[in-house]
């Protein structure tokens, strides 16, 4: 009987280069929602509703993707006291984090590259 040799194509696909972060399949869903609508600034929150992720594993996500350069973050400008609520620390992707997301979602989804 001949043994066909096993590939993992998600391992492959998504083996970080030295400056990338490490994806995972909760990774991927935050990148896909960004994807998504990629003009979008979106709070933690917002991410935590659409992705159903907990904080603890969303937040060292936004962590990770903002320090490799594909998401950017800003506090929104507003009063607190007279929105009566703190304020939103907003994410928005990165071309960069555009261009290296889609990437790897064509390699997950059509195949590597020869």
Sequence with gaps: ???????????????PRATEPR???????????FLDDPAA???G??????TGLFSGTLYP?????????????HWEKIDPSREGRPRRRLYRITPA???RA?????EILGGLPA
Excluded at 45 to 50: E, Q, R, S, Y
Excluded at 62 to 73: C, P, T
């Design 23 to 33: 994806l995972t399949h909760q990774s991927h869903v935050v990148l896909s929602v």
């Design 61 to 73: 996500i936004l962590m990770r993707f903002e320090q490799a350069g594909w998401l950017r973050s």
């Design 1 to 15: 009987m001949e043994l066909t040799p096993y590939v993992d194509l998600l391992v492959m696909a998504t083996r």
């Design 41 to 43: 600034e979106l709070a």
């Design 102 to 106: 889609t990437a790897l979602r064509a």
């Design 45 to 50: 929150a917002d991410l935590l509703d659409i």
């Design 97 to 99: 984090g555009k261009a």
